[in-house]
Nanobody, 124 residues
Framework: QVQLVESGGGLVQPGGSLRLSCTASGGIFSINAMGWYRQAPGKQRDLVAVITSGGTTNYADSVKGRFTISSDNAKNTVYLQLNSLKPEDTAVYYC??????????????????WGQGTQVTVSS
């Protein structure tokens, strides 16, 4: 089964940095795109950044110039470098994947694979 595992969250002071990673495994034929979403207490889950297999990136306006998304295709891994962190960046960060996988009979496409989430806390 396809599985996404995130790591790298933690507690950091304002202005500090963290690097998150997410590795996909299990039955993957190809990856169309991978990205990061975040959800703060009392708020909806919003897109932070996404990267396609061709290397095209998109960022939320609130993180442009501070966060950088990258990927390692050989490792099925996506990274998010978080710099100049602010208290409002505090949230659970979730990895998302849009990929083609083998179900055992046919190849299928899905864009709703999610990791378990990793907590990022920026102290005030």
């Amino acid at each position: 089964q396809v599985q996404l595992v995130e790591s790298g969250g933690g507690l950091v002071q304002p202005g500090g940095s963290l690097r998150l990673s997410c590795t996909a495994s299990g039955g993957i034929f190809s990856i169309n795109a991978m990205g990061w979403y975040r959800q703060a207490p009392g708020k909806q889950r919003d897109l932070v950044a996404v990267i396609t297999s061709g290397g095209t990136t998109n960022y939320a306006d609130s993180v442009k110039g501070r966060f950088t998304i990258s990927s390692d295709n050989a490792k099925n891994t996506v990274y998010l470098q978080l710099n100049s962190l602010k208290p409002e960046d505090t949230a659970v960060y979730y990895c998302n994947a849009d990929l083609k996988y083998f179900s055992g009979t046919y190849y299928s496409d899905r864009n709703d694979f999610w990791g378990q989430g990793t907590q990022v806390t920026v102290s005030s």
